[in-house]
T-cell receptor, first 114, second 111 residues
């Protein structure tokens, strides 16, 4: 069974640009969440999607958005990039009601804003 | 969500048993205790989850006292590859992927 796949693995963008990151969850998983990890703030929850609907949202500005497709794949978008958006962005998937609460994480996308 | 407190860092040597304690004084009745492990530049990985008493799997043991206000992750006979950050999470066993991470404990295992 393939794990959670995130693309791209590395990305360098310029301030003011926008970026889209992609996440393919484990087959059959319908809950997908996004996290931002920085040395200063640690692992912070961005948002969660379940069955194409945003179920939960963390405390991030509106520049951060996401969506989920009918095949459970998810994308997150950051507009008007700032230097402080440089971080490791992680995606996790899980399968509510499947008898296990374990969330599976991808390898992450390392975003550098210059 | 119950707040958790863990030591910032711990040091150990190969072959030793390591116990990482997490404090969660405001744990709710429906809350479970879950531990994740994270290596640098990788996503966290689930280690173990419990509600009360003791849980053991092939990787670790989780000890939870009767009042559930703390828990201890026990790693038997650690190796260099156990060097990682360990996170204690407390929350309902919903099965969804929304998780609240604290600062975690950086475990350094030396030869």
């Amino acid at each position: 069974k393939a794990g959670v796949t995130q693309t791209p693995r590395y990305l360098i963008k310029t301030r003011g640009q926008q970026v889209t990151l992609s996440c393919s969850p484990i087959s059959g998983h319908r809950s997908v969440s996004w996290y931002q990890q920085t040395p200063g703030q640690g692992l912070q929850f961005l948002f969660e999607y379940f069955s194409e609907t945003q179920r939960n949202k963390g405390n991030f500005p509106g520049r951060f958005s996401g969506r989920q497709f009918s095949n459970s794949r998810s994308e997150m978008n950051v507009s008007t990039l700032e230097l402080g958006d440089s971080a490791l962005y992680l995606c996790a998937s899980s399968s509510p009601g499947a008898g296990t609460t374990e969330a599976f994480f991808g390898q992450g996308t390392r975003l550098t804003v210059v | 969500l119950a707040k958790t407190t863990q030591p910032v860092s711990m040091d150990s040597y190969e072959g030793q048993e390591v116990n990482i304690t997490c404090s969660h004084n405001n744990i709710a009745t429906n809350d479970y205790i879950t531990w994740y492990q994270q290596f640098p530049s990788q996503g966290p990985r689930f280690i173990i989850q419990g509600y009360k008493t003791k849980v053991t799997n092939e990787v670790a043991s989780l000890f939870i006292p009767a009042d559930r206000k703390s828990s201890t992750l026990s790693l038997p006979r650690v190796s260099l590859s156990d060097t990682a950050v360990y996170y204690c999470l407390v929350g309902e066993d919903s099965g969804y992927s929304t998780l609240t991470f604290g600062k975690g404990t950086m475990l350094l295992v030396s030869p």
